[in-house]
């Protein structure tokens, strides 16, 4: 009894090579007309008609002395073939669609006072190339403490974050983005502020009243702090400016936020040589998140633009 290898199952990808050869010698009439447009011989395109035909179950072609024909299961199942690589080229238009149309929401999480890193646009560059990849896409950024953002990306409540990288947490991955310049600084009314060049020995930073952050920081920056008085402490930047304005303390700032104030005269910098520090900034997701396109395209921006400096 004949038994025939039918494509009642899944259509693997030697069947879809299959289908093309035949495809192609149809529309050219015949396995000779075929074999410059397949770039194979005609011997190989006979027996990969001869293949698809003991596949199919059913004689697809007459070829020999008097030419070539189709059958008439032949001509059926070459109108088939038309509707299923039309279908795939409709799928495959579809797809590049999704992809170029992106929909849906990437919830963001920053640590405050970024926005003024104007040297540094690698953040913002990346949301601009990211809302035009995707007009439907909804950003919604949230400004929170580091450690508030590590956990709202590790639980899910953020797609992303831009932290400072002080430390790193196991299910985690880092990109790194930038460093950030900080220096002590004191309020125009300030006693220091007036003076020339301060000299400070030991005895004199010890007594100088400090602003310390409640977030983790880099060693260099606590490894200053130690020289100074702490007597007081603020969650972000702005409470530490609030309190150097105030002309009652000093305080560490990034150059670029202080920078307004400095411009203005209600701020100067103290001993940069002596009481500065870098900190590396960088994005954070959660690893091994890759069903999230738009988080995927996001993250494809930034790595994209590495060198980014404006």
């Excluded at 069947?15 to 410059?36: H, K, P, T, W």
């Excluded at 310049?181 to 005895?203: K, V």
């Excluded at 702005?238 to 150059?255: C, D, K, R």
């Amino acid at each position: 009894m004949k038994t025939s290898r039918s494509l009642s199952g899944q259509i693997s990808d030697i069947d879809i090579r299959l289908l093309r050869i035949f495809r192609s010698v149809v529309e050219s009439g015949g396995f000779s007309s075929a074999e410059v447009e397949l770039n194979i011989s005609v011997s190989a395109i006979s027996i990969a008609v001869s293949d698809l035909e003991k596949r199919l179950g059913m004689k697809l072609c007459q070829r020999g002395r008097a030419g070539f024909s189709l059958t008439d299961q032949g001509s059926e199942v070459y109108q088939a073939i038309l509707q299923l690589f039309a279908s795939l080229e409709n799928f495959r238009t579809q797809i590049n669609s999704i992809n170029a149309n992106l929909k849906g929401e990437l919830n963001i999480g920053i640590t405050d006072n970024l926005v003024t890193m104007y040297n540094h646009m690698r953040v913002t560059n990346s949301l601009a190339a990211l809302k035009q990849r995707g007009t439907d896409i909804r950003i919604n950024i949230r400004m929170m403490p580091p450690a508030e953002i590590e956990k709202n990306v590790l639980d899910g409540r953020l797609h992303i974050g831009v932290i400072p990288d002080s430390r790193r947490l196991a299910g985690l991955d880092y990109i790194d983005l930038y460093d950030e310049e900080s220096r002590l600084y004191c309020g125009h009314s300030h006693p220091l502020f007036t003076q020339q060049q301060p000299e400070l020995d030991a005895e004199s930073l010890q007594q100088l009243d400090t602003v310390v952050p409640v977030s983790a920081m880099p060693d260099r920056q606590r490894s200053l702090l130690q020289q100074l008085n702490p007597v007081a402490s603020t969650s972000d930047r702005e409470g530490a400016a609030f309190l150097i304005l105030s002309g009652q303390y000093v305080a560490f700032l990034p150059t670029h936020y202080a920078e307004r104030w400095v411009h203005e005269g209600r701020m100067r910098e103290l001993l940069p040589e002596q009481f500065s520090f870098q900190t590396r900034f960088a994005a954070i997701h959660r690893r091994g998140n890759h069903s999230n396109l738009i988080l995927e395209t996001f993250v494809e921006e930034l790595n994209q633009r590495e060198n980014d400096q404006t």
